[in-house]
C-alpha cells in the first residue's frame, strides 16, 4: 500500500495558498494511488519544540529532564517514522522572509538526524532512508524570484529544501510553484492556476 506523508506549514490556515495546493496535490495522489494511506502532518497546529541545549544533552546520552521534553522528543521521533513509512512526501513551503517557515525548519532539524536518516562515511554523507520516495512541494511566494528577477539572489527558499532533502537521499523531488501572489489579484490568480495545471498533469 502506497503511504503519503502530508505536511503543512503555513501559518494562514484557510487563507494559506500552499495549503489548498498540498490539499490537491494529496487528492490526486490518491486518485492515483487508490486505497493510499495518508499520514497528516500540521506543523502549525501541532508544532514541536524548536532544538535547545536539553534536546542535545538527551541526544549525547543524558537525562530527560522534564515531561515535556520527554513528549517533544517523542514527536521527533515520529517524525523520522513517517519519513520512513512514506512513499510521497508532500510539503508545503510559502516563502518567509526569503526561506522557509521556523516551523518547517523545526522539522527538518528533526528529521536530519545522523545516524537515523543518514550517516557519515569516507565517501560523504549516505543516505538511510528506502529509497525510491518521491516528493512534491507546493511552493508559494510573495514576488517573483525566478528567472533573471532582481530578487532572485534572495532565493533561499526552494533551494535550501532541494539541498536539504537531497543531503537525506530525497532526490526525486517536483516542484509546483505558485509565486507573485503579493503582485495583485490577476498575477496571483494566474500563478494558482498554473500551480492546478502542474498539480492535474501529476503522473504516478
Not at 31 to 41: D, E, M, N, S, W
Request: proline share 4%; glycine share 10%.
Amino acid at each position: 500500500m502506497t503511504t503519503i506523508l502530508h505536511i503543512d506549514s503555513s501559518i494562514l490556515g484557510g487563507y494559506s495558498v500552499s495549503r489548498a495546493l498540498t490539499a490537491d496535490i494529496v487528492a490526486k495522489e490518491l486518485a492515483l494511488h487508490p486505497g493510499a494511506q495518508v499520514i497528516r502532518r500540521d506543523l502549525v497546529v501541532d508544532a514541536a519544540l524548536h532544538l535547545s541545549d536539553a534536546h542535545m544533552a538527551v541526544f549525547q546520552g543524558g537525562a530527560v529532564t522534564s515531561p515535556a521534553l520527554g513528549e517533544d522528543l517523542a514527536v521527533g521521533g515520529a517524525y523520522v517514522d513517517d519519513l520512513f513509512a512514506a512513499d510521497i512526501i508532500v510539503i508545503g513551503a510559502p516563502m518567509y522572509n526569503f526561506s522557509v517557515p521556523s516551523q518547517l525548519k523545526a522539522w527538518i532539524d528533526r528529521v536530519c538526524v545522523a545516524g537515523r536518516t543518514f550517516r557519515y562515511t569516507a565517501n560523504g554523507p549516505e543516505s538511510l532512508l528506502p529509497q525510491g520516495k518521491k516528493v512534491i512541494i507546493a511552493s508559494t511566494r510573495g514576488g517573483i524570484y525566478t528567472g533573471d528577477s532582481p530578487a532572485a539572489g534572495l532565493e533561499h527558499h526552494e533551494s535550501y529544501l532541494r539541498g536539504v532533502l537531497g543531503f537525506i537521499g530525497l532526490t526525486d523531488v517536483t516542484v509546483i510553484r505558485a509565486e507573485g501572489l503579493n503582485l495583485g489579484d490577476e498575477p496571483k490568480a494566474d500563478a494558482i492556476a498554473q500551480a492546478k495545471a502542474q498539480i492535474a498533469a501529476l503522473a504516478a
